[in-house]
């Protein structure tokens, strides 16, 4: 573990000055994904920095947006969903973020982790669901079926008859409609398909 952990320290160092990080990230994501148990992917997430590894999604080239997702997907997947709600910051803001990778990394994410009553609860606070929400009007098909399971999933949720929470749906619904007849048609499958399950759009 020691040739690791010095291995390990060369990679943050070089993420920490900025210096040949997509390099970096491509390294670390094969060291992950020869990595057996979540526990070790766990322990070299810890080691790197959570924060620090975010903080290369600060960044337009879509190589280096690709190759983060890619290490964030696999070391935010082996944390236990009590955990991933500690990092509910940087998911909010990648779910603002402009690239479809990393739009797409955080609602998957939320998505395989919605067995959880934990990750339900977050997903269900004002601004995750405002930003989940939002991305129904992405140009993206992929990160606009992934919020539609979201919604699909947490609809007959308790917090869901919370007038606030659905008087916040609607107007951000009515916002979206003007987006294109794409968007629309969207927002009216989705008001079909939660009235099917018992909820009401």
Known sequence: MAGMREHLSTMRLALQAGENVIPVLHNLNTLLEATPSNAEV???????SLQLLFGCLNSADAEQLR????????????LPAENLCEHRLYIELGLQ??????????LGLLRRKLSSEAIKSMILSAT?????????????????????????EVANSPEMLDVKLRQALLIDLEGLMGKSDIVRYRVYELAVRMTSLGGEA
């Open 42 to 48: 766990q322990e070299i997430g810890s080691f790197m």
């Open 128 to 152: 995750m669901f405002h930003l989940i929400t939002q991305t129904l009007g992405s140009e993206s098909l992929h990160c606009a079926k992934l919020a539609m399971e979201i919604f699909l």
């Open 67 to 78: 190759a983060c997702c890619a290490v964030l997907g696999k070391i935010l997947s082996s």
């Open 97 to 106: 973020h402009l690239s479809d990778d990393v739009n797409s990394l955080c």
